[in-house]
């Protein structure tokens, strides 16, 4: 079981090294950034990476509408090479809202789009080479797409939480990345579904990567009214609704795990008997700057108890 943190990464580069080493004195075993329309996540885990040594970093998640695997592979790659094989791709389906607002292109097969991704990605990091042709995407390399120190193969995971995004991420990818899925959504819907999907291809067991929204404080009303605020973006999203609701939740802050040190680490052991082998705290930011660093130290004794 290891435990880790997204970084935010709205600071300066250096600015978020400083905050990586921190994370890594600490005792956290990895850092993981998202990707939004600024900073290229795949670059600033690699920077990350090079400069913290002993740190696993990825990328949760990139969307895969207006991407496209040759090119996301030589990111992925060339990641994996700059850090040593600490690197973990992180890939989601992203919106429909943001898709066409965004790249002008229409939000269209989702499912099939990530089926044929995945196929293709994990040819070229497996191999160094693909042949694919399908329905929505070719990717065939013509030149070599090896990069040399890329190993082992970089990992791929799948902000995976619907039940055909799980059969897809369960036959092709090597995990998952659930975030706003509490224990009772993990155990009975989630973790069953990609596991036997899994298992149904003759894949090893699944990663599950739990990203939950967490702070250590002595203000829980508080930091809880601010986390409603904060949270109340990802209400807007079917996906998360449903996920939500499988919880137990009506809000997304529902999901927010917070008060003090025995109360979170208490809701840590949920998520592994529900089955997540990895868990990673995001908004930990949420309260004051002293409750960021009691997180940081309380997640870190976990990682290393």
Same mark, same amino acid.
């Given at each position: 079981?290891? =435990?880790?943190? #997204?970084?935010?990464?709205?600071?300066?580069?250096?600015?978020? !090294?400083?905050?990586?080493?921190?994370?890594?004195?600490?005792?956290?075993?990895?850092?993981?950034?998202?990707?939004?329309?600024?900073?290229?996540?795949?670059?600033?885990?690699?920077?990350?990476? &090079?400069?913290?040594?002993?740190?696993? *970093?990825? %990328?949760?998640?990139?969307?895969?509408?207006?991407?496209?695997?040759?090119?996301?592979?030589?990111?992925?790659?060339?990641?994996?090479?700059?850090?040593?094989? @600490?690197?973990?791709?992180?890939?989601?389906?992203? %919106?429909?809202?943001?898709?066409?607002?965004?790249?002008?292109?229409?939000?269209?097969?989702?499912?099939?789009?990530?089926?044929?991704?995945?196929?293709?990605?994990?040819?070229? #990091?497996?191999?160094?080479?693909?042949?694919?042709?399908?329905e929505l995407l070719t990717? %065939?390399?013509?030149?070599?797409? %090896? #990069?040399?120190?890329?190993?082992?193969?970089v990992p791929i995971l *799948?902000?995976?939480?619907?039940?055909?995004?799980?059969?897809?991420?369960?036959?092709?990818?090597?995990?998952?990345?659930?975030?706003?899925?509490?224990?009772?959504?993990?155990?009975?819907?989630? !973790?069953?579904?990609?596991?036997?999907?899994?298992?149904?291809?003759? &894949?090893?067991?699944?990663?599950? !990567?739990?990203?939950?929204?967490? #702070? *250590?404080? +002595?203000?829980?009303?508080? *930091? @809880?009214?601010?986390?409603?605020?904060?949270?109340?973006?990802?209400?807007?999203?079917?996906?998360?609704?449903?996920? =939500?609701?499988?919880?137990?939740?009506?809000?997304?802050?529902?999901?927010?795990?917070?008060?003090?040190?025995?109360?979170?680490?208490?809701?840590?052991?949920?998520? @592994?008997?529900?089955?997540? +082998?990895?868990?990673?705290?995001?908004?930990?930011?949420?309260?004051?700057?002293?409750?960021?660093?009691?997180?940081?130290?309380?997640?870190?004794?976990?990682?290393?108890?």
């Amino acid at each position: 079981m290891t =435990i880790g943190l #997204v970084l935010p990464h709205q600071n300066r580069i250096d600015t978020t !090294v400083q905050l990586a080493r921190e994370a890594h004195e600490a005792g956290l075993r990895s850092a993981w950034f998202g990707q939004t329309f600024s900073y290229d996540s795949p670059s600033l885990a690699a920077i990350i990476g &090079r400069e913290v040594p002993g740190l696993h *970093v990825g %990328t949760a998640a990139i969307p895969i509408f207006g991407r496209h695997p040759l090119l996301l592979s030589s990111q992925a790659q060339t990641a994996q090479a700059a850090t040593g094989g @600490r690197y973990h791709l992180g890939l989601a389906l992203g %919106t429909k809202q943001l898709t066409e607002a965004g790249f002008g292109i229409p939000y269209e097969r989702p499912i099939r789009l990530l089926r044929e991704f995945l196929t293709a990605l994990r040819q070229l #990091v497996e191999t160094g080479s693909a042949d694919f042709h399908g329905e929505l995407l070719t990717a %065939t390399t013509p030149l070599p797409a %090896t #990069v040399p120190g890329a190993e082992p193969p970089v990992p791929i995971l *799948v902000a995976a939480m619907g039940p055909q995004a799980l059969r897809v991420a369960g036959e092709l990818a090597d995990g998952i990345l659930p975030y706003l899925a509490g224990p009772r959504a993990l155990a009975e819907h989630i !973790v069953p579904a990609v596991t036997a999907a899994a298992e149904a291809a003759g &894949r090893p067991a699944p990663r599950i !990567v739990a990203f939950v929204p967490g #702070v *250590v404080t +002595t203000d829980a009303e508080a *930091v @809880r009214e601010t986390a409603t605020e904060a949270l109340a973006f990802y209400e807007r999203f079917p996906s998360y609704q449903r996920v =939500i609701g499988l919880s137990g939740g009506t809000r997304a802050a529902d999901l927010a795990v917070i008060g003090d040190e025995e109360a979170v680490a208490a809701e840590v052991r949920r998520y @592994r008997e529900a089955g997540a +082998t990895e868990v990673v705290f995001t908004t930990t930011d949420l309260g004051s700057e002293a409750d960021r660093r009691r997180t940081w130290k309380l997640l870190g004794e976990l990682a290393t108890g």
